[in-house]
């Protein structure tokens, strides 16, 4: 069963920041959130990660909040390129350690001129 | 890092009749990973493939319809069998593999998109 709850779509326009949001309400002490998107036609490709604090990179940044029951995926200045549908997974992070990783229905971005 | 290809990237084929897509990896993975994408659908996990052993399959997939090798640590198949219009879906190849810091991180092949008629 999906670990994860995210509403199924959004709209973002152009520019502004797409905040994503995600619930994992039974998420485990060792297991990090994962985000994916998914552009059509394509293999998902991974975003960011984290465990406990905020993280960013160059696509995006992670909140999570202090219960770990959810989090919050934010592209900052959201470009037509990110349209896409966005996976929030939860999973162990160790190489080696593996462990079936669940995807949920997702959240399809749709940004908008 | 992990670059995955695999092929063919898609197909059309007729119902009745076998197709084997296949992944390669260039680098040695333990695990393998086979996932079906059916339209407007998640991903589903088929079955994982170790090197060496027979795959373990999730629930509602079986051998007889989903038969995977693998041959060795960097290449994997999945056929899907006497196809039927059900079984048109993109089907995903992906592996586990280290990025910086230590952590795990899943890679994708760009899929076999499948239509079967």
């Known amino acids: 069963d999906a670990k994860t709850t995210q509403p199924p779509s959004m709209d973002c326009a152009e520019g502004r920041a797409a905040n994503l949001p995600c619930n994992h309400s039974t998420i485990s002490g060792n297991e990090y959130v994962y985000w994916y998107r998914q552009i059509h036609s394509q293999g998902p490709q991974y975003i960011i990660h984290g465990l406990k604090n905020n993280e960013t990179n160059e696509m995006a940044s992670l909140i999570i909040t202090e219960d770990r029951k959810s989090s919050t995926l934010i592209l900052p200045h959201a470009t037509l390129r990110d349209t896409a549908v966005y996976y929030c997974?939860?999973?162990?992070?160790?190489?080696?350690?593996?462990?079936?990783?669940?995807f949920g229905t997702g959240t399809k971005l749709q940004v908008i001129p | 890092s992990a670059v995955i290809s695999q092929k063919p990237s898609r197909d059309i084929c007729q119902r009745g009749t076998s197709l084997t897509i296949q992944c390669q990896v260039d680098?040695?993975?333990?695990?393998m990973f086979w996932y079906r994408q059916q339209p407007g659908q998640s991903l589903t996990l088929i079955a994982t493939?170790?090197?060496?052993?027979?795959?373990?399959?999730e629930s509602g997939f079986v051998i007889d319809k989903f038969p995977i090798s693998r041959p060795n640590l960097t290449f994997s198949t999945l056929t899907v069998s006497n196809m039927s219009p059900e079984d048109s879906s993109i089907y995903l190849c992906?592996?586990?593999?280290?990025?910086?810091?230590?952590?795990?991180?899943?890679?994708f092949g760009q899929g076999t998109r499948l239509t079967v008629v």
């Open positions: 992906s592996v586990d593999g280290s990025r910086q810091g230590g952590n795990t991180e899943a890679f």
């Open positions: 997974i939860v999973r162990v992070a160790r190489v080696g350690g593996y462990q079936k990783v669940t």
């Open positions: 680098s040695q993975v333990t695990m």
């Open positions: 493939a170790n090197q060496g052993s027979e795959a373990t399959y």
